[in-house]
């Protein structure tokens, strides 16, 4: 669907965080009395660690400075209702514009995070927490949302390089900022270059490809790694090629879903890497009418031990018509 969820579930967040089996600090815990960790393991807890601490920027710095702290320079960005922008200057007016209560506290709570073989980038997904002041003697509102981010690593911290918020319902609508404007990326294919980057292009090109040829929900389950993930519109996950599959329903049922990527991003081992892009979606309304929806998405790719490249979480948001 290219827009795909959240219900917290605080058990599957703490079981699915380090390799599906620990929760965020056990990898850690004791670690004096145990074998060091490998770099790899290393990396992997870095990356959580620096997921789980965005809370603490925003209540250091404020929720635009602290949020917009993690980004990379070059982040490609991804709100829900506007086009993809890219900098670190235009998501950081993006989040600034955002009209949270006074008082609001914001958390991440990382379902899952995995870094890639050099240790230099990774990504993570899960949810994202709002828990809204109420007035005196009212229970303070919640709102749960979803996130993917892509991550770099350079020589003092984790940045994010590519950031989705996905959502369960519809976002407060929000104008893109005139001083984002100009960072918006242009709705054209992402051009062709050479070694992993163009591996991960070229994969999602043929996702898409498949789609028209065998349908959303074949074509979805056909890309997926075996321990895929997309959000569902109810909030929940799913998981694996088959129950993705089965989630878009019988062949045809669901309308035509075209997309192509205009950036991407890989890692210098060559083992993860993402895609951003735009998608349309048509299809008939109850009446016979015809509807067009328009979104945009964030992909992670990895590469498998058959040399394949297959996505291990997507999803993404609306974007205005184009």
């Given at each position: 669907m290219r827009i795909i969820p959240v219900v917290i579930v605080a058990a599957l967040a703490a079981s699915a965080c380090h390799?599906?089996?620990?929760?965020?600090?056990?990898?850690?815990?004791?670690?004096?009395?145990?074998?060091?960790?490998?770099?790899?393991?290393?990396?992997?807890?870095?990356?959580?660690?620096?997921?789980?601490?965005?809370?603490?920027?925003?209540?250091?710095?404020?929720?635009?400075?602290?949020?917009?702290?993690?980004?990379?320079?070059?982040?490609?960005?991804?709100?829900?209702?506007?086009?993809?922008?890219?900098?670190?200057?235009?998501?950081?007016?993006?989040?600034?514009?955002?009209?949270?209560?006074?008082?609001?506290?914001?958390?991440?709570?990382?379902?899952?995070?995995?870094?890639?073989?050099?240790?230099?980038?990774?990504?993570?997904?899960?949810?994202?927490?709002?828990?809204?002041?109420?007035?005196?003697?009212a229970t303070p509102a919640i709102r749960v949302d979803r996130y993917i981010s892509f991550w770099r690593r350079d020589s003092t911290a984790w940045r994010i390089a590519a950031y989705a918020e996905t959502y369960g319902a519809p976002p407060p609508p929000l104008a893109l900022p005139v001083a984002a404007a100009g960072a918006a990326v242009s709705d054209l294919p992402m051009l062709r270059t050479r070694g992993p980057l163009e591996q991960v292009r070229a994969a999602d090109t043929a996702f898409s490809a498949l789609a028209q040829r065998v349908g959303t929900g074949r074509a979805f389950g056909d890309f997926a790694a075996e321990n895929a993930q997309i959000f569902s519109t109810p909030g929940e996950f799913i998981t694996g090629p088959n129950a993705i599959s089965e989630s878009f329903g019988p062949s045809g049922s669901s309308g035509a879903l075209v997309w192509h990527p205009v950036a991407g991003g890989v890692a210098e081992s060559g083992d993860l890497g993402f895609t951003v892009g735009n998608a349309v979606f048509t299809g008939l309304r109850e009446d016979g009418g015809q509807v067009v929806r328009y979104s945009k998405y964030l992909t992670v790719w990895k590469k498998q031990h058959d040399g394949r490249w297959r996505y291990v979480v997507d999803g993404g948001s609306a974007r205005p018509n184009q």
């Open positions: 390799r599906g089996a620990s929760s965020p600090g056990s990898s850690f815990a004791g670690a004096s009395l145990l074998t060091p960790l490998s770099e790899a393991e290393e990396a992997h807890d870095a990356l959580l660690r620096a997921d789980l601490g965005r809370a603490d920027s925003v209540t250091r710095l404020g929720f635009a400075s602290g949020f917009a702290s993690n980004f990379a320079t070059d982040v490609v960005y991804l709100r829900g209702g506007l086009p993809i922008v890219r900098g670190r200057d235009a998501a950081t007016t993006i989040v600034r514009a955002e009209s949270l209560a006074a008082g609001t506290a914001v958390r991440w709570q990382p379902v899952r995070a995995e870094a890639s073989a050099d240790g230099r980038s990774g990504y993570s997904y899960g949810y994202t927490i709002l828990s809204m002041p109420a007035a005196a003697g």
